[in-house]
């Protein structure tokens, strides 16, 4: 099975700090996403990976950035937290070339203060 | 992407089979036909797939019409762990895309 983890199911920070999200997938996808998830708002792209190294834009990419040093890892970076960025964080991750079938991860719901 | 239209809510008793209805009337000939459910505060995670003939996992049955314009998604034995919001969505192959969820099915497994 595939297997999608992620460093946190919750967690609180305080404004202005650097927050880090870690996600790691065990099956060796090329293809990893960060999504945020509000309520009435549905799952929204933040950024997304094709491959190590490699990372584009979603349709929220302000106030994150990304880092894919690694195939299994793929990382979010909260530079300055902000009260408007407490949500549920959800990993996914993707085999290239087959179908279009996204694994997720628990979710991490962050709360900034 | 094809929209898609689901009833927002249904009832199922446990140990019944749940018949989740999806309509997706604009659907092209390169669109495939996805599942994915959602139980509360947890990632969603994906049931199957098909393009045009009927599909069969471990999870579910998924039937879809001659003409592709409309599917069921058979969970065949409800249990009360299967309560959940389920998303049908439709999509083509190709490269890495976001996935945009509608407003989906709330099912409810009653004991």
């Known amino acids: 099975d595939v297997k999608v983890t992620q460093s946190s199911r919750y967690l609180v920070k305080r404004t202005g700090e650097k927050v880090f999200l870690e996600c790691v997938q065990d099956m060796d996808h090329e293809n990893m996403f960060w999504y945020r998830q509000d309520p009435g708002l549905g799952l929204r792209l933040i950024y997304f990976?094709?491959?190590?190294?490699?990372?584009e834009k979603g349709d929220i990419p302000e106030g994150y950035s990304v880092s894919r040093e690694k195939k299994e890892r793929f990382s979010l970076i909260l530079e300055s937290a902000s009260t408007n960025q407490t949500s549920m964080y959800l990993c996914?991750?993707?085999?290239?070339?087959?179908?279009?079938?996204?694994?997720f991860g628990p979710g991490t719901r962050l709360t900034v203060l | 992407d094809a929209k898609t239209t689901q009833p927002p809510s249904m009832d199922c008793a446990e140990g019944r089979a749940a018949n989740l209805p999806c309509n997706h009337s604009t659907i092209s000939g390169n669109e495939y036909v996805y599942w994915y459910r959602q139980i509360h505060s947890q990632g969603p995670q994906y049931i199957i797939h098909?393009?045009?003939n009927n599909e069969t996992n471990e999870m579910a049955s998924l039937i879809i019409t001659e003409d592709r314009k409309s599917s069921t998604l058979i969970l065949p034995h409800a249990t009360l762990r299967d309560t959940a919001v389920y998303y049908c969505?439709?999509?083509?192959?190709?490269?890495?895309?976001?996935?945009?969820f509608g407003q989906g099915t709330r099912l409810t497994i009653n004991p």
């Open positions: 098909g393009l045009k």
């Open positions: 969505i439709v999509r083509s192959i190709q490269g890495a895309q976001k996935l945009v």
């Open positions: 990976s094709y491959d190590v190294k490699m990372k």
């Open positions: 996914a991750s993707r085999k290239a070339g087959e179908a279009d079938t996204q694994y």
